[in-house]
């Protein structure tokens, strides 16, 4: 240790840095900043990369987690093809994803304009309580949420039996399932959308409003022209992560309709494809084919990713 | 250099993950006491109590009981601990679940090598048979069964003008048909349905009351063409045309609303599910009582108790088990908690028979329950059964739900079976 030392120690002392203390001072300042990002990418590799890889490889096999594995090549990808359970998972993603999401944003920007209205009373009140859904246990929403909804019994079927139609058994349907899902994710996370907009507009400044004010621009102008195009970049970040979090739906499926144990109904109306998975993968113990279907999540994520990729290299190149 | 780096990393973290995951590769056998082992069981079945007499009994032993969740959480938990983790000494299985784990039996310790093949004559044979290989090694024993009967509400019958007292009742449905002829006489009386629903009550029961079920004799598949399944299917259609149901899938929020408000007045209950009408329905208490299942014997359900092999202490585990399900163990379990004996020796024990229960209006129920299970003809139970049994359910709730037509069921159930079996 300390004879590697004395060199620099000795350079320093006479203040004249060498040639050899210049190239090892070189190369430390080039691999310092890799140390510093170290950290994470050593953690992604552990758990992000190497068990995507893994899954890719566990795909390939007839693989029982506790008991004989076989390579079947392919096998398990045309197997999924020609299974109807998968398209109508892929069917049941999409809509809950697009009936979830959409809404959502709209509602995100609407409530975040309001929030960000300087004549608001107890502003941080409103700011801090739309929050509220978000930092709720995702179960403890559900099981209300499916006591809301239920045919018989619920209060929503209450409202449309006293309005003198008949009860939807929302449950129990395409749609309403569907619907009902949907308006749980929404619940959860349109706050916490708000409060990202909420953010954004802070580092508007006030006098643009105000300019716009003098010169009798209404609130829907003000929000058209000024609230939109400052609040681009954050849209376009709302809606890649939304995107993402909303073709991963789980938990809401997987307890808001027990009939049937994990094909969230009967017909396995509202089964998403990650509850597609987690039943193949560890209600059957069917790894190989599980993995499969995790394959095909990971394709289909980047397709719509690089969708999105090109639609916001678009919306970005678009100048106000 | 870094081209080097990298996939020498992936690769030195990927060989330190695989020989974690590896069975067998069992670094983690240091010592442990010998008077410690770790019980893994599930919610809802209140095994503390069983344990606590244990201890009680055994004060230098203890036991660290992990209630993991469902039955269908707590196998899949025990999978992954198979797979490569940390195993439990002791682990409940349910019975469905158990034939899974029977495919590769290298993963429990035999307990015939700890002194199981003496006493296995002390269980229901058909019950212990489940939980054999072919060549004799003995992975599980049981620790309950699921008899079969009926529960209803004295109040609502009286008010429709049948019979309440439970041996009348009993001799209403000898068979399912009479069973809905019932059905029809009460909805004429109170425009109110009878049954919670098809899928459960009617199906389930039925099915299960067979000499075969979904694989044959020589454990091959044969659910498509056993006609014992098809009859099951076709009464619970029979049933569902009659119009005599709620509707209401069992476990669902509205099943569990229906059951207090009494918006239904029958449900088929095997022994465990006494204690889920009990805690989903406190309000109802005294109100029903319990009538033989139509057809008179048929079991679903039960569990085993079994030792994975890597244990670290499986002689407390067996210990464990040899005192807590031996006849007398399971008779003091069933007289504290209800759960039914697989030991036949103790069903004629007067005090089995003079058990009742104040909330089923103080019915018999020991008499009752064993009464259903005694002379069942075994059938085999294979690793698919339980995904047949939900794929065909499913068809009968979707036919419910007004999403498949009656005459489709059948079809629509066996394309069903055949996609879930892939894979």
Known sequence: MTTVLRPATAAKATGQPTRQRRIQLGVRERLAPYAYIAPFFLLFFIFGLFPLLFTFYVALFDWDPIGERHYVGLANFSELVDDPRFWGALRNTFSIWLLSTVPQLLLALGMAHVLNHVRLRAATLFRMSVLVPYVTSVAATTIVFAQLFDRDYGMLNWFIGLLGFEHIDFTASVWGSHIMIATMVAWRWTGYNTLLYLASLQSVPRDLYEAAAVDGANGWKQFRHITIPALRPIIVFTVITSTIGGLQIFTEPLLANPVGGLTCGAARQCQTLTLFLYEQGFGRFSFGYGAAVGVALFVIVVIVAAINYLLVTRIRSERP | ?423
């Open chain 2, 1 to 423: 250099m870094k081209r080097v780096i990298t996939p020498a990393a992936i690769l030195a973290t990927a060989v330190l993950l695989v020989a974690g995951c590896t069975p067998g590769s069992n670094s983690d056998s240091g010592s442990s006491d010998s008077k410690t082992f770790e019980f893994w069981s599930f919610t809802g079945i209140n095994q503390k109590a069983a344990v606590d007499t244990y201890t009680k009994a055994h004060p230098d032993v203890r036991v660290k009981l992990t209630e993991v969740g469902s039955t269908s959480e707590t196998a899949q938990a025990l999978t992954t601990a198979l797979a490569g983790g940390k195993v439990p000494d002791l682990v409940l299985i349910q019975g469905d679940d158990l034939p899974k784990f029977m495919q590769s039996p290298e993963n429990f310790v035999d307990l015939a090598t700890l002194g199981a093949d003496q006493k296995k004559g002390d269980y229901l044979d058909w019950v212990m048979k489940q939980s054999m290989t072919e060549d004799g090694k003995i992975i599980g024993i049981p620790t309950d069964v699921g008899g079969m009967a009926m529960v209803y509400r004295t109040d609502l019958f009286k008010a429709a003008g049948l019979p309440t007292d439970r041996e009348q009742v009993s001799k209403l449905w000898p068979t399912w048909d009479a069973l809905l002829d019932v059905g029809r006489r009460y909805v004429q009386a109170t425009g109110k349905p009878f049954l919670d629903n098809v899928p459960t009550s009617v199906f389930f029961q039925a099915v299960n009351q067979g000499s075969e079920r979904y694989y044959g004799p020589d454990r091959k598949l044969s659910y498509d063409k056993n006609p014992q399944v098809k009859a099951a299917f076709d009464l619970a259609l029979k049933v569902h045309a009659a119009g005599i149901t709620a509707k209401q899938a069992s476990w669902s929020t509205g099943w569990t609303a229906g059951m207090g408000k009494g918006d239904f007045a029958a449900v088929s209950a095997p022994s465990w599910m006494l204690h889920a009408i009990k805690t989903n329905a406190p309000g109802t208490a005294g109100k029903w009582d319990v009538a033989t299942i139509p057809g008179g014997s048929g079991n679903w359900g039960g569990s085993y108790l079994a030792i994975p092999k890597r244990a670290k202490n499986a002689k407390a585990a067996w210990d464990y088990i040899a005192e807590m399900q031996s006849p007398a163990g399971q008779l003091a379990h069933f007289l504290q908690q209800g759960s039914l004996p697989t030991t036949p020796s103790v069903y004629s024990d007067p005090q089995l028979l003079a058990k009742t229960d104040p909330f089923f209006s103080n019915a018999p129920i020991g008499k009752i329950y064993t009464d259903s299970v005694v002379g069942i003809k075994p059938f085999y139970i294979g690793p698919d059964d339980p995904t047949i049994g939900i794929e065909l359910l499913n068809a009968l709730t979707s036919v419910e739900q007004g999403k498949v037509a009656p005459d489709q069921a059948w079809s629509t159930a066996l394309t069903n079976v055949k996609n879930a079996l892939r894979g």
